[in-house]
């Protein structure tokens, strides 16, 4: 049996075939995430974003994850924000996806670059209109005074824009982390988990599996 605390709430243990190194990264990403559509109670696409500083001091903090490819992983944020400043002097991040669901976990490692204009501009329109208009009055990550003042810039930006369109502010815009390194996790009995790494080489993928 799994070793668990015995008060903890019950989710059932589902032991997984060890992984296949032979998989795709890209595909099995895909595999591993539709599984999670499927258990994951809320937001089976948030992921935790590190980031860090010039002098390596790391942050991380929880994203959603609004599309992926072969190109890479893509999340939006205001570009004044902590983690808009520190991708800005350090363009390297970390992902994390884990659910508890399913007792997995994928780390991804990579290089960043901005999405296109065209590609921010479609995905700030597909949101919903409240959280257009917050994204123009909040000055994300900067120190507020008081909640006041924020509801008063939203309340100014709604009367600003009225039932037009809304604009993608300049400053708002996505990420893409493209992938060097991805670490495939699976919880097994007694922690002797399935783990494996796919490192980016050339080409093609090098592969190895590793110790729990």
């Avoid at 591993?32 to 948030?46: G, R, V």
């Avoid at 942050?59 to 893509?74: E, M, P, T, W």
């Avoid at 994204?135 to 005074?145: D, F, G, N, V, W």
């Avoid at 009367?159 to 993608?168: A, N, S, V």
Wanted: net charge negative.
């Amino acid at each position: 049996m799994p070793e668990t605390d015995p008060n903890a709430p019950t989710i059932p243990f589902v032991e997984h075939p060890l992984l296949d190194l032979n998989a795709d990264p890209f595909t099995l990403f895909d595999a591993w995430l539709h599984d999670a559509e499927k258990t994951e109670p809320c937001d089976p696409n948030a992921m935790v974003l590190a980031t860090a500083t010039t002098e390596g001091r790391p942050s991380a903090r929880i994203v959603l994850l609004k599309g992926h490819d072969r190109r890479g992983f893509v999340f939006y944020t205001n570009m004044f924000s902590r983690k808009g400043r520190e991708l800005a002097d350090n363009p390297c991040a970390s992902l994390l996806f884990y659910w508890k669901s399913l007792r997995r976990q994928i780390r991804i490692e990579g290089n960043i670059t901005p999405v296109s204009d065209a590609e921010a501009d479609a995905y700030f329109a597909s949101r919903s209109r409240i959280s257009r208009l917050g994204a123009i009055a909040s000055c994300q990550s900067r120190p507020l005074a008081d909640r006041d003042i924020f509801e008063k810039r939203l309340k100014d930006a709604e009367e600003e824009f009225g039932d037009g369109p809304i604009p993608r502010p300049e400053n708002w815009s996505g990420y893409r982390v493209s992938p060097q390194h991805f670490e495939f996790w699976q919880e097994r009995p007694y922690r002797l988990h399935d783990r494996a790494i796919w490192e980016h080489h050339g080409n093609g993928w090098d592969v190895t599996r590793l110790y729990p």
